[in-house]
């Protein structure tokens, strides 16, 4: 019975505290959001004297709080700003070097001169050769005898891979040496008879590697190593002499011109030809059509020819009637 007694004393002065603080923010007052209202109704006694210890803590420490709040999100902002400024600011400074070796002054071109030659002047060949024309004479030197020595130092290796694979012309030596002639001749330091003379050179290494490589195997790889060649020609031995084995033969014609297809980029060029007279014409047209589709590419016809008049076409020979020779665009 006294515990009832005390626990209706205690909700009434919880019930006359409530009214005493609801009345205060009626007044503006009392400064309770709508959320703390409900937690000083619903719990008693500890829920208005949280909340009036909640205003004393705000009403003490609100206002440095706020304004320490507000300087350290005026600052970041501020630090925020800074950064992205200096990065625009980097980056509208940076220009190709290209053109720095052109708008710089002239103090500035030599030192990005001289820090060329310093690093790797390998790795700037293409600038150094366009700085050869600088109006800056000073530049213009430095360029033509880095470029004079890149040179040098090109024609000794070549000559030293060349006597290699004369003395042993094994595969390691004839891959190491056609892949630097290729560099070479990419790197523009080969000119008039010179660069003639070496892109025989290495047409004919070209023409030796693929003598001693599966074709089956080699396109692939080319395929794989991506499109390293604008041109592929294909002219593959006679695959059949005999009717029976046509069908083995067109799986054959058309397993290389699939995987030469897939190799070419696109714009790129393929000759194909068969030798064979039981590969009719209209087969190997077929076959060309089925290879393409499978390559998911489009052919354009560049150009369609026969044997020469060296090799004269019978008609009442038809094994005379043999060659076939197409050129395609990869489009």
Known sequence: MISLVVAAVLL???????????????????PVRGHMLAVMVLV????????????TRSAVFGADLKDATLESLRINDELHRSILVHDREADAGVIP?????????????RRLMLSMLTEEPDAYLAQLQAAKLNDDVEVAHYAATAVAQISKESDLKLQQ?????????????????????GEYLDSGLAEGRVAQIQRQQYARLLARRCEREDTFELLPRLEREGHPYDFIILDPPAFTKSGKTVKNAERGYKEINYR????????GYLATCSCSHFMTDALFRKMLQSAASDAQVELR???A??????????????????????????V
């Open 305 to 330: 020819r026969a044997q020469g008049p060296d090799h004269p076409v019978l008609w009442n020979v038809p094994e005379t009637d043999y060659l076939k020779f197409y050129i395609f665009q990869v």
């Open 97 to 109: 070097l290209e053109e720095a070796l052109i708008v710089n002054d002239p103090a500035d071109r």
């Open 161 to 181: 891979l060349e006597r290699a694979f004369k003395t042993d012309p094994s595969a390691q030596n004839l891959d190491e040496y056609c892949d630097f002639l």
């Open 44 to 55: 008693p006694l500890w829920g208005p004297l949280l909340v009036v210890l909640l205003i």
């Open 260 to 267: 030469a297809m897939k190799a070419l980029p696109r714009g």
């Open 12 to 30: 009434l002065i919880h019930a006359l505290v409530c009214l005493v603080l609801w009345t205060l923010m009626k007044l503006g007052l009392l």
């Open 301 to 303: 016809l560049v150009e």
